[in-house]
């Protein structure tokens, strides 16, 4: 079995991750180390940055996540700026925002960043769709999961328990990192 280190300290990242992972004998070794954040306008540049710099630091190759909540009505706010935004706006906020607003259509953008050391990064998407409802509801999960509903269905992801919850999420871009790093051997 082949280790790809994932810097980071997320627990549900990192059960997400060995789910995926591990059906193509790639096994994942959490490091938890500080990496710099930058500010930027979207969630690649933020994920591409924090992957290079883990990687140089830890001189080897690493993956390195950073997703956020997209709502094209609010002409793409928060992205980026998700966990800014939920520590400041919460979810209220976001709905006081929509409030008149007709498209709710929102999505979670997932950006699995991989890096080996003199290497460019290489980043795969996971794009999971959905809407933002009028008001909260449910009592799992947290943040946006109260708010967002996945495609497909009337409620929004916080009143499904967290193995129900787990399957709405995209897996796009785990498998086609998978299959890049499965194909590199």
């Known amino acids: 079995m082949k280790d790809l280190v994932y810097v980071t300290g997320n627990k549900f990242k990192l059960f997400t991750a060995k789910k995926y992972f591990e059906p193509y004998g790639i096994n994942i070794i959490s490091k938890d180390i500080e990496c710099i954040e930058i500010q930027a306008d979207t969630i690649e540049e933020v994920a591409t940055f924090s992957s290079k710099y883990a990687c140089d630091k830890l001189s080897c190759p690493v ?13 793409g706010f928060p992205s980026a700026y998700t966990h800014y935004a939920d520590d400041t706006i919460g979810e209220d906020g976001i709905l006081k925002l929509m409030d008149g607003i007709q498209d709710r259509y929102a999505y979670f953008l997932e950006c699995l960043a991989y890096t080996e050391p003199g290497k460019d990064t290489k980043v795969f998407f996971s794009k999971t769709e959905g809407s933002i409802d009028i008001k909260k509801s449910g009592e799992y999960g947290w943040s946006w999961d109260r708010i967002f509903i996945p495609k497909g ?33």
Do not use: H, Q, T
Not at 63 to 75: E, H, M, Q, R, T
Not at 160 to 181: H, Q, T
């Open 153 to 185: 269905e009337k409620v929004p992801l916080a009143n499904f328990n967290d193995d129900e919850r787990a399957e709405f999420w995209s897996k796009e871009g785990y498998k086609e990192l998978a299959e890049y790093l499965s194909n590199k051997n």
């Open 63 to 75: 993956l390195k996540n950073d997703s956020g909540l997209v709502i094209p009505a609010l002409k």
